[in-house]
């Protein structure tokens, strides 16, 4: 485990649910007006992993970033 992890959101996946907003601790998400989760505050993501965990459709989730940014 590293914290050069990236949240990574595939909005074409995402059915709307509003499950990771909810469950978000330090509310980085939001959903906007097409109804589909939005990253809508990312310095505040402490990459605990709780929206990869909760989303039913895999549409969120930390992934290893390549090049470290
Ligand atoms: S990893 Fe945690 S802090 Fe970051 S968006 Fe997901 S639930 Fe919020
Ligand atoms: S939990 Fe998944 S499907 Fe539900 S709003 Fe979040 S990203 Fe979309």
Known sequence: MSD?????????????????VAFCPTKVLIMDTDYKCTIDNIDACIKCG???LRCPDYA?????????K
């Open 4 to 20: 050069q992890k990236q949240l990574t959101l595939k909005r074409e996946w995402c059915k709307g649910c509003g499950i990771c």
């Open 50 to 52: 709780l929206c990869e």
């Open 60 to 68: 969120i989730y930390l992934k290893e970033a390549e090049d470290g």
